[in-house]
T-cell receptor, first 111, second 116 residues
Framework: DAKTTQPTSMDCAEGRAANLPCNHS???????VYWYRQIHSQGPQYIIH???NNETNEMASLIITEDRKSSTLILPHATLRDTAVYYC????????????FGPGTSLSVIP | DTGVSQDPRHKITKRGQNVTFRCDPI?????LYWYRQTLGQGPEFLTY????????KSRLLSDRFSAERPKGSFSTLEIQRTEQGDSAMYLC??????????????FGAGSRLTVL
């Protein structure tokens, strides 16, 4: 699985969009980008994934650059409950073995 | 479907004692994973099962650790002769094998171990 790089921490004002970047410059053509988040004292929670096209679900939007070397997770209207550590992971679509988590980005949503 | 359940949620034990954690995955999920997480770190992979077969073990999993999934349903993680360095959150996750598309892990809330 390709390596990812994320900022250690970010702040976002409540009600504003939170844009969390992830670099994955060594991504291969059949690797997906996944995002999980972990709220304090809970297990990680799946948010969204994508391959080439931008994706949106009820939780977030995922924007993947055309060269696929980076992506951005967007929380359109951040709330205090979105304060969490956000993990960007790249892996093969057919990979069913272990998911490797990096340190992630600690997002603080500020009132 | 109540998601992935882990028990106990908290365990405090003295050094040298044995502890066992249980994980009940989502019923139709055939893959089950164990992770360990210490404060400020991302989850670290320990081991995973497909049905009852243990397919991979991390080097983090010393001889004091053993995991089982005897009937391909629930799983147990046992730590023998606990050490203070074993203090961590132990997370269980499950997923279902699909022929294409995403393999999304669903995590439990974790079992927090404190070794005194």
């Amino acid at each position: 699985d390709a390596k990812t790089t994320q900022p250690t921490s970010m702040d976002c004002a409540e009600g504003r969009a939170a844009n969390l970047p992830c670099n994955h410059s060594t991504i291969s053509g059949n690797e997906y980008v996944y995002w999980y988040r972990q709220i304090h004292s809970q297990g990680p929670q799946y948010i969204i994934h994508g391959l080439k096209n931008n994706e949106t679900n009820e939780m977030a939007s995922l924007i993947i650059t055309e060269d696929r070397k980076s992506s951005t997770l967007i929380l359109p209207h951040a709330t205090l409950r979105d304060t969490a550590v956000y993990y960007c992971i790249v892996r093969l679509s057919t990979s069913y073995d272990k998911v490797i988590f990096g340190p992630g980005t600690s997002l603080s949503v500020i009132p | 479907d109540t998601g992935v359940s882990q028990d106990p949620r908290h365990k405090i034990t003295k050094r040298g004692q044995n502890v066992t954690f249980r994980c009940d995955p989502i019923s139709e999920h055939n893959r089950l994973y164990w992770y360990r997480q210490t404060l400020g770190q991302g989850p670290e992979f320990l081991t995973y099962f497909q049905n009852e077969a243990q397919l991979e073990k991390s080097r983090l999993l010393s001889d004091r650790f053993s995991a089982e999934r005897p009937k391909g349903s629930f799983s147990t993680l046992e730590i023998q002769r606990t050490e203070q360095g074993d203090s961590a959150m132990y997370l269980c996750a499950s997923s279902v094998t699909v022929t294409s598309g995403a393999n999304v892990l669903t995590f439990g809330a974790g079992s927090r171990l404190t070794v005194l």
